[in-house]
């Protein structure tokens, strides 16, 4: 069967930024700036604003802006960074490529977010910083592992890639520790027309570094003189001038994306404990993807398939099990949720372009796999 309710509708969400798109690429066009320029620095302030950060350093895409903000604190060989052994590679990864090493933690099961207790165990004398991820449609227990860095002495960063807009432990996601990152790559709630990214911090010394590092280490003001070694990780003008334009509706389309989850909310909780929804109450969520919990996932996903509803799955190996990590030593009952969760989890469709009565009929067709007397 054709799709009838795809996971992301990208041409129903372009169709609502044509006009803008053609506009910004005939502004750009036309001021001959392409990199890191005008629209780039009112981008960086209006973020900051926004979230209330001294600092906001744009980037070319939310990996970079972990792999500059672990570059800025000095992260390299011999450290360890604890982060969840259930969240998108870039978590891990930019780690590893700086030379340290990538400390898995164990997750909870209830919102596949990084187990502060379990990060806590994992914690050694060489650790040097903790970073929790944002997922889903969840938030870490923020003020836990601002409590746990400041007690070990440990530096924390927040990969709230998807997170732009949401607050947790009351205040806004990104802003609890000595940095925090977004992404603005098209498919999350905050996406732009490519990829790029932006780091906040309060820092000042980190802000001066990252900015150097994200321009090939060079000061501002000094082209060709390179003060580190650093990255090609800068911010478009194209990119940044639709990021201006979307901004404002932010908070618009976030509204959408919880309405949407609340559908499926009050529609899924009764099939529990064949399904678990996510922890109940998106106020003050950014709502990426709504992740529900089925020990008959790939039954599921085949049925919904089946009466045109795409779906997806995050994710099908944790990390610890990646062939990328495998120097780590890990092996098959290590972290033993992140495991299940990689079993078990299914995305549903959600997206603010989704038709009126799309949610509602992907919930009619869960119910009617679970009642077919299979």
């Known amino acids: 069967m054709s799709t009838v309710i795809p996971y992301f509708d990208w041409s ?65 060989e011999g450290d360890e960074v604890v982060t969840p052994a259930f969240s998108f590679v870039s978590t891990a990864s930019t780690v590893a490529l700086r030379g340290a090493r990538p400390v898995f933690a164990d997750v909870e099961y209830e919102t596949g977010l990084l187990d ?25 227990r923020m003020g836990a592992f601002a409590e746990l ?16 807009g949401a607050e947790t432990d009351g205040r806004p996601a990104g802003r609890h520790g000595d940095a925090g990152v977004y992404s603005f790559f ?42 580190l070694l650093g990255f090609n990780c800068r911010m478009d003008e194209l990119t940044a001038g639709f990021l201006l334009r979307k901004l404002p509706h932010l908070d618009g389309l976030l509204e959408r994306r919880r309405a949407i989850a609340a559908v499926y909310e009050e529609g899924l909780r009764p099939l529990a404990p064949a399904l678990l929804p996510p922890p109940a109450g998106f106020g003050g969520r950014a709502v ?16 919904l398939a089946g009466q045109g509803i795409e779906t997806a799955v995050y994710y099908p190996r944790p990390l610890h099990l990646q062939p990328a990590f495998a120097h780590l030593g890990h092996g098959p009952g290590d972290f033993p949720v992140a495991e299940r969760l990689s079993r078990e989890a299914l995305a549903l469709p959600l997206h603010p372009d989704m038709a009126p009565g799309a949610a509602e009929r992907v919930v009619a067709a869960v119910h009617r796999f679970h009642t077919a007397g299979r």
């Open 12 to 76: 129903a969400r372009s169709a609502d930024w044509v006009d803008d798109i053609v506009e910004v690429f005939q502004e750009v066009a036309e001021s001959d700036e392409f990199i890191l320029k005008s629209r780039v620095e009112r981008l960086e302030a209006e973020i900051a604003a926004r979230t209330g950060a001294a600092h906001a350093v744009a980037v070319a895409s939310g990996t970079g802006a972990l792999t500059v903000v672990l570059a800025a604190l000095g992260i390299g």
């Open 116 to 140: 502060p207790a379990a990060a806590e165990a994992a914690v050694t004398d060489r650790t040097r910083a903790l970073l929790p991820a944002y997922l889903f449609s969840g938030s870490p």
């Open 149 to 164: 860095a400041g007690r070990r002495g440990l530096r924390l960063v927040e990969d709230s890639a998807v997170a732009l």
């Open 186 to 227: 098209p498919a999350k709630p905050a996406g732009g027309i490519g990829d790029a990214g932006m780091i906040v911090t309060d820092d000042p010394e980190i802000a001066r570094v990252a900015r150097m590092l994200r321009n090939h280490g060079q000061p501002a003001g000094k082209r060709f003189y390179h003060e």
């Open 288 to 303: 990426y993807t709504y992740v529900i919990r089925s020990q008959e996932r790939d039954a599921l996903r085949s049925y």
